[in-house]
């Protein structure tokens, strides 16, 4: 019986467990080779650990910087007649290479905003005598429930008018139409619960208190600027009004890390196709002509070299941590996405393309293709009329003879 991707509306609700672990293992491989120096020996946390970016961080912080880690994720696990989401699997394949490098690799399947993942968290550092030198805040979630008060719902909307504009039908390789009603001021407020800075700076707020946090200690939330071409469904819209939230705790929190001699920030990243951007509307077409014209330019990068470029430059460089020149407290690595060249010629494509010229402008195979990897599937090593055992561990699967270009 086969075992196939099932996509609905540039969502993947499957994965391939074998297929998944390859991807690991591929940027593992892809870290080593790009080694991170100044960090050996301390410990991070990452919050939102088990894809995109920040599965990307905690590999590059575990494989690259020789960071012990800890993970918050919430998932799907696998039972033994059930698959898991991708993102367990990463997770399983993650933990199982970083403790093969002895490195301690903990992780809790939980929602990040109960108080149960914070305790759970802090009790773990204690156990092990260790703090918190960095922590990750890439959280993407839907929902959040505050216990006694409401359930917030993330609604990805744009504020001031409706949008109407095309998209990429990832599985299909077509255009699509797209219309989406602009937001109410209760689903304004309520994505800014969610995936604004109160979450960020509730768990940065109970460590500190826990005395969890080193000297030094830093912190950087994921976030996103983007184009003229993103502004309508993103910088303009309800998702724009959630991250210019995330802003204002950078700074909040900045002040008051002061008595640890701590520092927060943002980190702007360029886009790129994960599970969380490719359900954002009209945001699949746009990262599919930007990443082939970036590669035609020479001016490509992966997530991974995304997130071990901001700790290499950033980071772990004080005084680059806060960029004085816009007076925020950011720190860029979407310079390869806004360069002048690679957007006249993303305007051009987009500009052009229709239902009659989309194969001939833009590669949707191979952009299809790069979906559906970071869900275990359409790697060609791997027999898919062949359905898989859910819990197959990674232990089983041995990749070393496979080249790192393969591999990535």
Not at 104 to 120: G, H, P, R
Not at 263 to 280: E, M, N, R, Y
Request: proline share 3%.
């Amino acid at each position: 019986m086969s075992y196939r991707p099932r996509v609905k509306n540039n969502a993947c609700t499957n994965a391939h467990p074998v297929g998944c672990y390859y991807n690991v293992y591929g940027q593992m491989l892809n870290a080593i080779d790009k080694p991170i120096k100044s960090s050996e020996g301390k410990t991070a946390l990452v919050i939102g650990s088990s894809s995109g970016a920040g599965l990307a961080t905690r590999i590059a912080l575990t494989f690259a910087a020789g960071m012990d880690t800890i993970g918050v994720y919430c998932e799907r696990a696998a039972q033994p007649h059930k698959y898991g989401s991708a993102g367990w699997y990463n997770n399983q394949a993650f933990e199982y290479h970083a403790r093969r490098a002895n490195k301690m690799a903990l992780s809790t399947n939980q929602d990040a905003f109960k108080k149960n993942a914070k305790d759970w968290v802090i009790q773990k550092l204690q156990q092990s005598g260790k703090k918190i030198d960095v922590l990750v805040y890439s959280l993407s979630a839907t929902k959040r429930n505050v216990k006694g008060v409401a359930e917030y719902r993330s609604a990805i909307k744009p504020i001031e008018q409706d949008f109407q504009g095309k998209d990429l039908d990832v599985f299909a390789g077509q255009l699509q139409s797209v219309e989406v009603e602009k937001a109410s001021e209760e689903e304004i407020d309520n994505t800014v619960k969610v995936m604004g800075g109160e979450g960020w700076q509730e768990w940065v707020s109970r460590l500190m208190d826990a005395g969890v946090l080193a000297e030094n200690f830093k912190t950087v939330a994921y976030s996103y600027s983007g184009t003229e071409h993103t502004q309508a469904m993103y910088g303009q819209g309800t998702l724009g009004d959630a991250k210019s939230h995330l802003h204002e705790t950078a700074i909040e929190l900045d002040y008051a890390l002061e008595e640890i001699n701590g520092h927060a920030g943002i980190g702007l990243l360029q886009a790129a196709i994960t599970p969380s951007s490719a359900v954002i509307p009209s945001m699949s077409l746009y990262i599919s002509v930007l990443q082939q014209q970036q590669k035609l330019a020479g001016k490509s990068e992966s997530m991974l070299e995304q997130v071990s470029r901001l700790f290499k430059d950033g980071v772990f460089k004080d005084e680059l941590f806060t960029d004085h020149t816009e007076g925020e407290h950011y720190l860029r690595v979407d310079n390869l996405e806004r360069d002048s060249e690679v957007q006249l010629a993303v305007s051009d494509v987009l500009s052009r393309l229709d239902g009659s010229n989309l194969n001939e402008l833009l590669n949707t195979d191979k952009f299809k293709t790069e979906f559906l990897q970071q869900f275990g599937f359409a790697h060609d090593f791997i027999n898919y009329e062949q359905k898989p055992d859910p819990l197959t561990p990674p232990a089983i699967h041995d990749f070393s003879h496979m080249s790192m270009q393969q591999a990535g």
